[in-house]
């Protein structure tokens, strides 16, 4: 298997306890259409994503990993060097991936501005 560069390795999935509840605790929170969202910036990690679909959303798993999946690709295109990130989704209704790109893209771009 080759691997490109716009891969998304295990390396930039954000897993452990200890790192998720440090994003949870020091990370700025914010909201864009459809995501809420939080990131704190690590200068000497790699960038790592954490995606979240609730359930109280969306009952069955096949839509739940649908967005998932939509969100993933997303932001695999367009990453962000050297910070942590929580998208959560925050709809009850399901999204094209037209829309959770441009959502997606403008969270990124606000991240990188306030760096």
């Known amino acids: 298997m080759t691997s490109g560069g716009n891969t998304l390795s295990k390396a930039e999935r954000l897993s452990g306890k200890k790192s998720i509840a440090t994003l949870l605790a020091d990370g700025k929170w914010g909201s864009y259409g ?22 109280r959303f969306f009952k069955r798993a096949v839509r739940r990993n ?16 050297g910070v942590d990130i929580l998208f959560q989704y925050n709809s009850p209704e399901l999204a094209d991936f037209a829309t959770i790109s441009a959502d997606v893209a403008a969270i990124l771009t606000r991240i990188s501005s306030e760096s």
């Not at 459809?34 to 994503?49: E, I």
């Not at 969100?71 to 367009?78: G, K, P």
């Open 66 to 81: 649908l967005l998932k999946r939509r969100i993933r690709e997303a932001y695999r295109v367009q990453k962000v060097a």
């Open 34 to 55: 459809v995501f809420r969202y939080c990131w704190l910036h690590q200068d000497d990690q790699p960038a790592r994503v954490l995606i979240s679909v609730p359930k």
